[in-house]
């Protein structure tokens, strides 16, 4: 098996010798046990928390261990009954071409006609994220004016499309490019969009916003999560998803220096971790697979080939390579 590494703790912008690739030979399977060929690896950008040596929702990665994280293939070798050859199954062992260990830490996928990828992303986990956000965390409501960051990635492409069919009446998104505007704009039914890089945040929304926003989806922090408070009106919600603009931070970042407006305004203002919402995975599960399998929903994957390049999948994605869910091919 063909396995990626961290050997040191990247203080600021991950660098690729804070990796190693590894080839591990596998023993021989145990009872109960199954081997699964890797079709698809998620980089995500929780991981980049989890190679600090920091208290989380998550334990750090252990240094000289293989990278850990969400990863869908197929059981090509089994000593279970529960999960025979064939079976296609979404697992935690992460960044290696070929898993293995006991049936319980694979669970196998419902046969809903979707690929498996999609169930990395607008079917799995980051998808779940966007519709625990907005439904529960923010309580979007029917006539909401919604602004979502990091809109064209995988959380956010999918937030601006639940946005709707929750309601809104308006959706506008930001991405950090003019063809990610587009996309926004003319495939995932966002009403307004604008590149974040091209003049400062909160001017931007601002012009957008004459009437303000009810609901923030954000993905970003800094200078974004600034700008919405500027925006929410009086009641409005904002669902803390991420805060990738300060993920390579290494000193304090400062708060926004608006806040007094949540007291103005009383605005509530919500962090969440999807983990903490896998009660929705069913009534998720079934509105998702029929977005999508009827195509109301649609979804965009990046793909890297190669288990070898998933550093640079997850060092790419981290500076926005990536349109919807970024994936490694093993
Ligand atoms: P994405 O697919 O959105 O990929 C990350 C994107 O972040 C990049 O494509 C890039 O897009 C954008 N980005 C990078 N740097 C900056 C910056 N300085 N300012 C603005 N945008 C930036 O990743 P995910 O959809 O998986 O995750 C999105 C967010 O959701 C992250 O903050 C993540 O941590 C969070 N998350 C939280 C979960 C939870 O349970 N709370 C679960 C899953 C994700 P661009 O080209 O637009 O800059």
Redesign the pocket.
């Known amino acids: 098996s063909i396995q990626i590494q961290l050997v040191r703790r990247p203080v600021g912008t991950p660098s690729p010798a804070d990796f190693r690739t590894v080839t591990v030979d596998l023993p021989e399977l145990g009872e109960d046990e199954v081997r699964v060929r890797n079709e698809y690896v998620s980089v ?3 991981m980049r928390g989890r190679m600090n040596d920091a208290k989380s929702y998550v334990q750090p990665f252990g240094l000289d261990e293989t990278m850990t994280g969400g990863a869908v293939g197929r059981v090509i070798e089994s000593r279970s009954d529960t999960l025979p050859v064939g079976t296609a199954v979404l697992h935690g062992f992460g960044w290696r071409n070929v898993a293995q260990g006991p049936a319980q830490q694979f669970s196998p996928l419902p046969e809903t006609g979707l690929p498996l990828s999609a169930f990395l992303g607008a079917a799995g ?2 998808g779940l ?1 966007a519709y625990a956000g907005l439904k529960r965390v923010a309580a979007l409501r029917e006539g909401d004016v919604v602004f979502i ?2 809109a ?5 492409s999918i937030a601006g499309q639940i946005a709707r069919k929750l309601g809104a009446s308006r959706v506008l998104g930001s ?3 003019a063809a ?1 505007v587009s996309l926004l704009k003319d495939r995932y039914g966002y009403d307004e969009a604008f590149n ?1 890089k091209d003049a400062p945040v909160r001017q931007q929304l601002r012009a957008l916003t004459p009437d303000g926003i009810d609901v923030y989806f954000d ?2 922090g800094g200078d ?1 999560l600034e700008a919405a408070l500027d925006r929410l009106n009086t009641g409005g919600r904002a669902a803390l ?5 300060q993920y390579n931070d290494t000193g304090r970042t400062p708060g926004p220096d608006n806040l007094a407006n949540l007291v103005t305004r009383s605005l509530k203002l919500e962090g ?4 903490q919402h896998q009660d929705l995975q069913p009534e998720f599960a079934e509105k998702m697979t029929q977005w999508l399998t009827e195509g109301s929903v649609v979804f965009d994957e990046t793909v890297v080939d190669g288990i070898e390049n998933a550093v640079d999948a997850f060092l790419d ?6 349109t ?3 994936l490694v091919r093993p």
């Open positions: 995500d950008p929780y986990m980051t994220t960051s990091g064209a990635g995988a959380v956010g991405a950090g490019s990610k974040y993905n970003v974004h998803c991420g805060a990738i603009s969440f971790i999807v983990g994605m981290m500076k926005g390579a990536n919807g869910k970024m």
